[in-house]
């Protein structure tokens, strides 16, 4: 199975600037995925990424709040850009390997 | 997309076997059915995965009826930790592409 890390775990942020939350994998996979879970509420697909060409963003997400970088097939990075209250929730990260999904630890984001 | 639905709550008391089933009537022919587990703080955890029939690993069971409309998720003889959020997760793959739709998740209480 995959093993995925995030940085930072956790961050306060002040609305009106942005946040870099970086993802790294022990492997090398083609598509990795960034999710947003706000509080008590399901996981909510952001965006996929895959190495060498643009993002795929899903309905009600764009690439100038949510910025996405995939500079090669192990590390990923999601930027949430202009952060307003409104965007606190824990961002995770994921990656398809054999069929399963895995997902990593996530950022837990509280904007102030 | 498969929308997936589950009920919001259960609870249990440990020692005893917990079956949780999703409906995902929309389910295509391409669509396998994951499940996940997730504790508060942290990344949903990969259980167990299938396309039909049954399915058993060391931690859970999966049934899916022939008409894969459904499927339950049975935890043998759980225990206090066993106490997550469950979600029902269907998975289309389709080429590299690939579609993520999360249900609403089941919080499960373990008693003693």
């Known amino acids: 199975s995959a093993v995925i890390s995030q940085k930072p775990s956790r961050d306060i942020c002040q609305r009106g600037t942005s946040l870099t939350i970086q993802c790294q994998v022990d492997?090398?996979?083609?598509?990795m995925f960034w999710y947003r879970q706000q509080p008590g509420q399901s996981l909510t697909l952001i965006a996929t990424?895959?190495?060498?060409?643009?993002?795929?963003?899903e309905s009600g997400f764009v690439i100038d709040k949510f910025p996405i970088s995939r500079p090669n097939l192990t590390f990923s990075t999601l930027t949430v850009s202009n952060m307003s209250p409104e965007d606190s929730s824990i961002y995770l990260c994921?990656?398809?390997?054999?069929?399963?999904?895995?997902f990593g630890p996530g950022t837990r984001l509280l904007v102030l | 997309l498969a929308k997936t639905t589950q009920p919001i709550s259960m609870d249990s008391y440990e020692g005893q076997e917990v079956n949780i089933t999703c409906s995902h009537n929309?389910?295509?022919?391409?669509?396998?059915i994951t499940w996940y587990q997730q504790f508060p703080s942290q990344g949903p955890r990969f259980i167990i995965q299938?396309?039909?029939t049954k399915v058993t690993n060391e931690v859970a069971s999966l049934f899916i009826p022939a008409d894969r409309k459904s499927s339950t998720l049975s935890l043998p003889r759980v225990s206090l930790s066993d106490t997550a959020v469950y979600y029902c997760?269907?998975?289309?793959?389709?080429?590299?592409?690939?579609?993520?739709?999360f249900g609403s998740g089941t919080q499960l209480t373990v008693l003693p």
């Open positions: 994921s990656v398809g390997q054999g069929g399963t999904q895995y």
């Open positions: 492997s090398q996979v083609t598509m």
């Open positions: 990424a895959n190495q060498g060409s643009e993002a795929t963003y």
């Open positions: 929309n389910i295509a022919t391409n669509d396998y």
């Open positions: 299938g396309y039909k």
């Open positions: 997760l269907v998975v289309r793959t389709s080429g590299s592409a690939r579609q993520l739709t």
